[in-house]
């Protein structure tokens, strides 16, 4: 590895990130450190910081640091694997225990976070006014459609799915996504969550539809029973929709 590629102190950088923070791994591999904007790192911390009270297993925050193009924020490492680097075989297998881990983040009695559908709208609308959906995100069958267009598909939806999360808001993990579950790969169950920079209460779906997505690339029929109440396969869509346009 060249030199230029090496972060502050020598720390390896991590590449499988999704958003503008960068992610570094120290050389022990023992912590984490992201930069970026000091108040989304700032949530980010304090959400895990709540957790962590929660009695939950995960990131601690070791350290937390403004810097002069925002902030620094140094955790423990999750000791294992990225569920997106598990074989599908493995990704069944650990399943149980994934789901297992979402039910009882949902089942928490509450957080003092929101992450409602009336955030993440208005997030989708300032991402989709800037001219900032990351391509990427999309669904393949969505790329070709301007993102206004695509937004305003969702808008018919909002009364709807306004009620249904005031019939049942929970503890969500607000990025769901399988290369934020980490895995024992030995007993193939969950570690802990990292990337709690969203938690928030909101819909169960919200988590879910990034779930399945995530999980669908490995193992097409992810899903199942194992979530405590009867899935939407609607609002799964819609929130998948929706998230796709609040990151920019
Ligand atoms: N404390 C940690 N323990 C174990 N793995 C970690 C830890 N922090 C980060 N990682 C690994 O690094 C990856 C990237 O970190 P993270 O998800 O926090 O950044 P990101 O995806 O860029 O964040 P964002 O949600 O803003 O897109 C994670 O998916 C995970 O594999
Ligand atoms: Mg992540």
């Known amino acids: 590895m060249s030199h230029d590629l090496l972060g502050p102190d020598g720390w390896t950088p991590v590449n499988h990130g999704e958003s503008g923070a960068a ?25 895990i910081d709540w957790l962590a009270t929660q009695g939950f297993p995960g990131q601690r925050t070791l350290d937390w640091q403004i810097t002069d193009d925002g902030a620094r924020l140094v955790t423990s490492a999750v000791e294992g694997v990225p569920a ?11 399943w149980p ?38 391509p990427d995100f999309l669904p393949e069958d969505q790329i070709a459609t301007p ?24 503890v969500c993990h607000g990025d769901l996504t399988l290369p934020n579950i980490i895995l024992d790969p030995e007993t193939l169950t969950v570690s802990g969550f990292v990337d ?8 169960p779906h919200a ?17 199942g029973d194992l979530f405590g109440f009867e899935v939407d396969p609607d609002r ?5 929709h929706l998230d796709a ?4």
């Open 23 to 47: 992610v570094f791994r120290s050389a022990d591999g023992a912590r984490y450190a992201k930069s970026g904007p000091a108040a989304e790192l700032a949530a980010e911390r304090d959400r």
């Open 84 to 94: 997106d680097q598990m074989s599908r075989a493995q990704l069944e297998q650990a």
């Open 97 to 134: 225990s994934i789901a297992g881990a979402v039910r009882r983040l949902h089942d928490l009695p509450g957080c003092p976070f929101s992450r409602d559908l009336g955030q993440m709208f208005a997030l989708a609308t300032d991402v989709v006014a800037r001219d900032a959906v990351t």
């Open 147 to 170: 993102p206004a267009e695509l937004l305003a598909r969702l808008a018919p939806e909002l009364d709807l799915r306004h009620k249904q999360e005031a019939e049942r808001s929970v």
């Open 196 to 203: 709690l920079g969203r938690l928030g209460l909101a819909d």
């Open 207 to 223: 988590d879910l539809a990034l779930l399945f997505a995530t999980a669908g690339e490995i193992w097409p029929e992810p899903g």
């Open 236 to 240: 799964i869509r819609f929130y998948l």
């Open 245 to 248: 346009l609040t990151w920019g």
